[in-house]
């Protein structure tokens, strides 16, 4: 099944005519008909305006034929939490970070210190 199909398989399953999901994306007649031949090519632009106005989608259907055409509510709550999980080990890894940044400040702190020790030190001996 190629995109085209699959547009037209999305109208039926949103037990919609092919006119009123024409309307629906703001598309021109003319641009409909050549959006639902077979040898047409949506454009990205076009594909991105109907996940805003169909924001259950699945694009990976649409675009690949891979999983269900629309999302399902589980669908989605299963995406938020890999979306959840991949933010908390992003926050984990910003953290380590920001601890190693506070760790090497403090022992670059430290080393200024006693590089100013024996810059003292050599300046008052030198005196």
Do not use: C
């Not at 999305?10 to 040898?39: C, P, R, V």
């Amino acid at each position: 099944m190629n995109l085209n199909n699959r547009l037209l398989e999305l109208i039926k399953i949103l037990n919609m005519s092919q006119t009123k999901f024409a309307e629906l994306m703001g598309w021109s007649k003319q641009n409909a008909q050549h959006y639902f031949k077979s040898d047409s090519k949506l454009r990205a632009e076009q594909i991105i305006i109907m996940k805003n106005k169909i924001p259950s989608l699945n694009l990976n259907w649409f675009l690949f034929g891979e999983g269900n055409p629309l999302y399902m509510v589980m669908d989605i709550a299963e995406e938020n939490s890999y979306e959840h999980t991949i933010r908390q080990d992003m926050i984990r890894i910003l953290e380590k970070q920001l601890d190693h940044a506070h760790a090497e400040t403090a022992h670059n702190r430290e080393q200024i210190r006693s590089l100013t020790k024996i810059i003292e030190h050599l300046t008052n001996t030198d005196k």
